[in-house]
């Protein structure tokens, strides 16, 4: 194995999170009928926390020396908050990164990925990119990864990636079945757990359990909740032979000093993550009791998106929203009714449902 030193095992990234109060965040934007509004990246509308910024600015001026000593401070913050070692913390610019590395790093020729569909596409990429074998198993009835067939699905895998909730469906798979994986996948191979969007969910992180597996890595990102997705700041967290051996993709690569003073106040403000959770899913759930109301099938997401079955080729009612100015997110290929759609702020959720009322429902 490559020796990697502690500085190149925190790689590159980026942060800006939080908010502060809640009526701040339902009145974030006074955007008239005429601006676009965006729901189709699973962006935070909200962007970074007033803290956040003020931490940023403060940044600027440390632009001209390395930021390691933050990138120390960050992973160690962290680690701290979860209950884990500083040295099984690893920073990078944004979680895609970590997860692109971790598929270099865990598959080949010959151990290849399994994966659930649809989920998120990064790591099929990236297994394709270098000739992998990937194995896709349809989540099961309810959406959420099935992990049994997951297990049977490549005896010799050599990386099983499991998006928890899931993008873009943002549904749940049980605790249970993830320690399930863990413990039945096949030997050698390494479970990668994407926690993108568990700040959203009511379930448990499974961040601590990696203390006591070095075969598991979870990957977090301040791009979701924290409104950093331009930022680039994640996060990988796992035993330290195994951040080792996705520090020598790109673990000469380090965030800048901004940023990463962003991220820490992120995660010094206890009251941001509670009140943007409490918010995403007041404003979800509203919408998708209204798209029930009218007949609409929904995933019972509990991220800052959730799926709709729109009952049709979901391609034209993606080009008919956006010809009214709202964009939404895109189709997979085995779910080709089925459309994403990122929950944005009460006015743009309101904005949504007056077009889809018109354009969608109107032509049912």
């Given amino acids: 194995m490559v020796s990697v030193s502690r500085r190149s095992l925190l790689a590159l990234g980026a942060a800006l999170p939080l908010l502060g109060r809640l009526d701040w965040a339902v009145a974030a934007s006074s955007a008239t009928k005429t601006d676009k509004v965006l729901l189709n990246y699973n962006e935070s509308p909200y962007g970074p926390s007033a803290a956040a910024r003020e931490a940023m600015q403060r940044g600027i001026d440390t632009a001209g020396r390395y930021p390691y000593k933050h990138m120390y401070a960050l992973a160690e913050l962290f680690a701290q908050q979860q209950g884990i070692a500083e040295d099984q913390v690893a920073v990078f610019s944004g979680s895609m990164a970590a997860l692109r590395y971790a598929v270099l790093a865990f598959t080949s020729e010959t151990r290849g990925l399994v994966m659930a569909t649809p989920s998120y596409e990064v790591p099929r990429q990236a297994a394709k990119s270098r000739k992998a074998p990937v194995k896709e198993v349809n989540l099961n009835a309810e959406h959420a990864h099935d992990v049994q067939a997951m297990l049977a699905a490549d005896p010799q895998a050599g990386m099983l990636y499991l998006c928890n909730p899931n993008n873009p469906t943002g549904t749940v798979t049980p605790t249970e079945a993830i320690r399930q994986a863990l413990a039945n996948k096949p030997k050698g191979c390494v479970l990668v757990v994407d926690e993108a969007y568990i700040d959203f969910a009511d379930t448990p992180s499974v961040v601590s359990w990696v203390k006591d597996h070095d075969d598991l890595l979870v990957l977090r990102t301040f791009s979701k909740i924290y409104g950093m997705a331009g930022a680039r700041l994640g996060l990988a967290i796992g035993h330290p032979a195994l951040l080792e051996r996705l520090a020598v993709f790109g673990g000469d690569n380090v965030p ?100 889809f009322a018109a354009q969608i429902q109107g032509a049912s």
Wanted: charged share 25%.
């Fill in 256 to 355: 800048a000093g901004s940023s990463l003073l962003g991220g820490l106040a992120s995660l010094e403000d206890v009251k941001v993550l509670p009140q943007r959770k409490a918010l995403n899913a007041q404003l979800r759930e509203e919408t998708i009791t209204w798209l029930k109301g009218r007949g609409f099938t929904c995933t019972a997401s509990q991220a800052n998106c959730f799926m709709i079955d729109v009952k049709r080729p979901a391609e034209q009612v993606i080009d008919t929203l956006a010809a009214h100015g709202v964009l939404i997110g895109r189709v997979w290929e085995n779910w080709p009714q089925w459309v994403r759609v990122t929950v944005g702020n009460k006015r743009e959720m309101a904005r949504f449902r007056e077009v």
